[in-house]
């Protein structure tokens, strides 16, 4: 499976961007779907992410209220609306299709037949 991820750039903090994730085949109910960061000297940390079945959705502390993930299954695409940006959200962000995850689940860890995308550069300034 191929990733493309999109939408990356340089905001003020307060400001919003909007990231996206096209895979090239179809994903609903067969991978989660999940976005994961890596700010430059920090490990890489789990975002967001939408089970299998798409009704359970899951974020990190940090980002909750502000970040919202959704999937368009029939454009084979996810996305990560990101709002009220702060600086300490600065870092690469990575789209992950989780192919073992349970059908309900969204699990944080990361495992060898994980998919990947590139990442996208968010910037925040303050």
């Known amino acids: 499976v191929q990733l493309q991820a999109s939408g990356g750039g340089l905001v003020q903090a307060g400001g919003s961007l909007r990231l996206s994730c096209v895979a090239s085949e179809r994903t609903f109910g067969i991978y989660a779907v999940r976005w994961f960061r890596q700010a430059p000297g920090k490990e890489r940390e789990f975002v967001a992410g939408?089970?299998?079945?798409?009704?359970?959705?899951a974020y990190t502390d940090s980002v909750k209220g502000r970040f919202t993930i959704s999937g368009h299954n029939d454009k084979n695409a996810a996305f990560l609306q990101m709002n009220s940006l702060q600086p300490e959200d600065t870092a690469a962000y990575y789209c992950?299709?989780?192919?073992?995850?349970?059908?309900?689940?969204?699990?944080?860890?990361?495992?060898?037949?994980?998919?990947w995308g590139q990442g996208t550069e968010v910037t925040v300034s303050s």
């Open positions: 939408i089970s299998k079945s798409g009704r359970k959705i």
């Open positions: 992950n299709l989780d192919p073992i995850a349970r059908w309900d689940t969204v699990s944080s860890r990361t495992s060898e037949r994980d998919y």
